[in-house]
């Protein structure tokens, strides 16, 4: 269903209920300078990877996720043609809410970035 992550390229596999992985290859449509991606690229992907994580503890129970907020943390940065893997998973799941952690690797496996993230989630039949 997101739109937004196919045009950005991204790709995804769950690893486990609760435990995702991500890719994307940054191409000169992330760019931010001239060999740099924008930081908005690796948030759109942080939230991705978050986001299917919880939705994924909660698909079974005929639930959706939204995000109430996030913390990214950007390490390193990351360049053209780098291939980018985020590994997200919940470490939290509440009555209502879940909380998700995310680190973001580079193509020479280097830590780029890490994240937290909040989640409501909440039924299907809301959607309008």
């Known amino acids: 269903m997101n739109h937004f992550g196919r045009l950005l390229e991204m790709n995804f596999k769950i690893l486990e209920i609760g435990k995702v992985e991500y890719h994307l290859i940054i191409q000169q449509k992330h760019l931010a300078t001239t060999q740099v991606a924008h930081g908005g690229v690796i948030a759109a992907l942080t939230d991705a990877a978050l986001g299917v994580a919880a939705l994924s503890v909660v698909a079974a129970d005929n639930k959706l996720v939204a995000t109430i907020e996030f913390k990214i943390n950007y390490l390193l940065p990351a360049y053209i043609n780098d291939k980018l893997t985020a590994v997200a998973q919940?470490?939290?799941?509440?009555?209502?809410?879940?909380?998700?952690?995310?680190?973001?690797?580079?193509?020479?496996?280097?830590?780029?970035s890490t994240a937290t993230g909040t989640f409501t989630s909440y039924s299907i039949d809301k959607i309008k």
């Open 90 to 112: 919940v470490i939290n799941k509440g009555k209502r809410t879940l909380v998700a952690e995310c680190k973001i690797f580079n193509s020479d496996n280097k830590l780029i």
